[in-house]
């Protein structure tokens, strides 16, 4: 079955740049989501389509994808920014796919 | 505005069916390309989606649990129901139903969730 794979927890300073990537089969050849969870919240859609930014995030949050890979970059990092965020696609045999989520912290 | 709103029991005993209700506001799933999902996320872990339904009532389920799973709408009540049945304790997570963006495949709004729990 198809898996999307990320790293457990990825550390940052503040007003740094975090990366965070997520790779699988599936990325190849359908789009990645990301999402932003806050403990005790509902998830929150950073970045569609790879590249693309919803209304309301701010513009430090990037996505790009290449080959297998997709990656969310969040430019000068904030305290705000610590989360957890996971990365999302569709297969054909199993329609939606999450990755196992990434602990994003700002020392 | 466009919310979705998850309720149900918070605690179930295990072997019985779960019936979780999404209603929601802001949108019609009589539209084209409209959907809702359902997602959940065990204490501490991922999320892990559950099922969708489209507006022309096609159905979509998580391989694994296509047996357990049953996915229904009421659109002259703006609601989604997902039935699972034979819980069991590893069932126990935070519920939440979603909207997927019309062609950007993304889940672009979510309900608060509903946890629940499943003793055994």
């Known amino acids: 079955s198809y898996d999307l794979t990320q790293p457990p927890s990825v550390s940052v300073s503040p007003g740094q740049t975090a990366s965070i990537i997520c790779s699988g089969e599936?990325?190849?050849?359908?789009?990645a989501s990301w999402y932003q969870q806050r403990p005790g919240q509902s998830p929150v859609l950073v970045i569609y389509?790879?590249?693309k930014r919803p209304s309301g995030i701010p513009e430090r949050f990037s996505g790009s994808s290449s080959g297998n890979t997709a990656t969310l970059t969040i430019s000068g990092t904030q305290a705000m920014d610590e989360a957890d965020y996971y990365c999302?696609?569709?297969?054909?045999?199993?329609?939606?796919?999450f990755g196992g989520g990434t602990k994003l912290t700002v020392l | 505005q466009i919310t979705l709103k998850e309720s149900g029991p918070a605690l179930v005993k295990s072997t019985q069916t779960l019936t979780l209700t999404c209603t929601f506001s802001?949108?019609?799933?009589?539209?084209?390309?409209?959907?809702v999902g359902w997602i959940r996320q065990p204490p501490g872990k991922a999320l892990e989606w559950l099922a969708l339904?489209?507006?022309?009532?096609?159905?979509r389920y998580r391989p694994s649990l296509k047996n357990r799973l049953t996915i229904a709408k009421d659109t002259s009540k703006n609601e989604v129901v997902l039935t699972m049945t034979k819980m069991d304790p590893v069932d126990t997570a935070t519920y939440y139903c979603?909207?997927?963006?019309?062609?950007?495949?993304?889940?672009?709004?979510w309900g608060q969730g509903t946890l629940v729990t499943v003793s055994s």
């Open positions: 979603a909207r997927p963006g019309t062609g950007t495949g993304a889940f672009d709004i």
């Open positions: 802001g949108f019609s799933l009589t539209t084209y390309g409209v959907g």
């Open positions: 339904i489209y507006w022309d009532d096609d159905k």
């Open positions: 599936i990325v190849d050849n359908k789009h």
């Open positions: 389509q790879d590249t």
């Open positions: 999302q696609a569709w297969a054909t045999t199993t329609d939606v796919i």
